[in-house]
């Protein structure tokens, strides 16, 4: 079993940033491909930026590609989303999520095993 706890969202003007942080219980981190995906009202959850366990795969989604940068820290149990150039395209509910893998790969479909409870991003025009 592992838990995922959001932080970071919040309201932020466009051109602005904000750095979204994951916390993950458990002891086999590494063993977990996780990725941020969002979901914004009346919209399918849409992925964002998965990354393998060690880290050496990312995937990006076109929307967030040259703007967001995905990071984990093996050691610290955590994955970090920086977000920068926001627009109020961005406004969504971010969520974090892991699935076990038993390779080192990035994951990208939307069937992941564990899911945070989402922090709110809205970026203001």
């Known amino acids: 079993q592992v838990q995922l706890v959001e932080s970071g969202g919040g309201l932020v003007q466009a051109g602005g940033s904000l750095r979204l942080s994951c916390a993950a219980s458990g002891r086999t981190f590494s063993s977990y491909a996780m990725g941020w995906f969002r979901q914004s009202p009346g919209k399918e959850r849409e992925v964002v930026a998965p990354i393998s366990g060690s880290g050496g795969g990312i995937y990006y989604a076109s929307s967030a590609k040259g703007r967001f940068t995905i990071t984990r820290d093996n050691a610290k149990n955590t994955v970090s989303l920086q977000m920068n150039s926001l627009n109020p395209a961005d406004t969504a509910v971010y969520y974090c999520?892991?699935?076990?893998?038993?390779?080192?790969?990035?994951?990208?479909?939307?069937?992941?095993?564990?899911w945070g409870q989402g922090t709110q991003v809205t970026v203001s025009s």
């Open positions: 999520a892991a699935h076990r893998l038993n390779y080192d790969g990035v994951y990208v479909s939307p069937t992941y095993d564990y």
